[in-house]
């Protein structure tokens, strides 16, 4: 079937529209510029170049794909704006045709807030963390919107290849000497490696499954110090994790200090049960070296 993709050459649409390109379908990606364009073709993938806060440059690519996977997020544009043009815009095409469209929609385990070590899953009320407040509307538009069989999922935190938010325990060890964590470390967070959150994409993109959220998140519990400690032994700089109050990290991250500073507990298990998904990797600790491997060689060359 025919894909598109919106933010593909992103973090999360990148890995979802090459994992998709291997199962076989037909994708095509969203892209701003000739360049990441060329990245596309060069993994198969039809590129379309536009901006997903300007619909009259995508809508078109739209109308004869049965399936629209929303994986973009527009940091400099304001996020909250953007996001909400490309839905209404993806759920226009999603209710034209003989048949509904599958809309999937990227959220997050932010808007669960805080849990700490009881798990909650997709039928546990949402408290979003202030940052992803207006996550939660956002959700609602895509999973009662008629015509269109909507799907939310709410990815934890994302590592692997180019590193995610973990990256930044590596860039911090590498720097300072010590990777550096928001808060006081013994809090948890729900992880999942990107290319296990691909495999759950590809799974609900042939699965059908319209007004359903699901959580995509791996079974590991390590501490956040302890992943952080981890990532700083692969970087060759053993030792205790840097501590830094959430009120001095909120200078220069805002309200990304607070989400730094979650402690949850997160079930995948209606994913295992509904979708026969199961994360291949163990964890963050497990497989750090490696990660920090792939972390570094992906980062700019000097000269």
């Not at 050459?9 to 199962?23: E, F, Q, S």
């Not at 909250?80 to 809309?103: F, H």
């Amino acid at each position: 079937m025919r894909v598109f993709v919106t933010g593909a050459t992103g973090y999360i649409g990148g890995a979802v529209a090459g994992a998709l390109r291997r199962a076989g379908h037909d994708v095509r990606g969203l892209v701003r510029t000739e360049e990441k364009a060329e990245r596309l073709s060069r993994d198969e993938i039809e590129p379309v170049i536009g901006d997903m806060a300007r619909p009259g440059s995508y809508h078109e690519a739209l109308d004869d794909c049965a399936v629209l996977v929303h994986a973009a997020a527009d940091q400099a544009a304001g996020t909250v704006e953007p996001d909400r043009v490309a839905i209404d815009t993806l759920l226009a095409s999603g209710a034209r045709g003989a048949q509904p469209k599958t809309l999937i929609y990227t959220s997050g385990v932010w808007v669960y807030g805080n849990t700490g070590a009881k798990a909650v899953d997709e039928t546990t009320p949402v408290t979003p963390a202030r940052k992803v407040e207006w996550r939660p509307a956002h959700e609602r538009l895509v999973l009662h919107s008629p015509g269109v069989r909507g799907v939310v999922v709410r990815p934890g935190c994302v590592y692997g290849l180019a590193g995610g938010l973990t990256g930044m325990w590596f860039e911090s060890a590498e720097g300072e000497g010590s990777a550096s964590v928001v808060g006081g470390g013994a809090n948890r967070w729900a992880m999942v490696h990107v290319h296990d959150l691909a495999d759950a994409y590809v799974r609900l993109a042939e699965a059908g499954l319209g007004g359903e959220v699901f959580n995509v998140t791996d079974r590991s519990r390590a501490t956040v110090s302890e992943m952080a400690e981890a990532a700083a032994r692969a970087a060759g700089n053993p030792g205790p994790a840097r501590l830094v109050p959430v009120e001095e990290a909120a200078v220069t991250m805002g309200e990304l200090a607070d989400c730094l500073a979650l402690d949850q507990h997160v079930d995948a298990r209606k994913a295992v049960r509904r979708l026969g998904w199961q994360p291949r990797h163990g964890g963050f600790v497990d497989g750090v070296e490696t990660l920090y491997a792939a972390w570094k060689a992906r980062q700019p060359k000097a000269g």
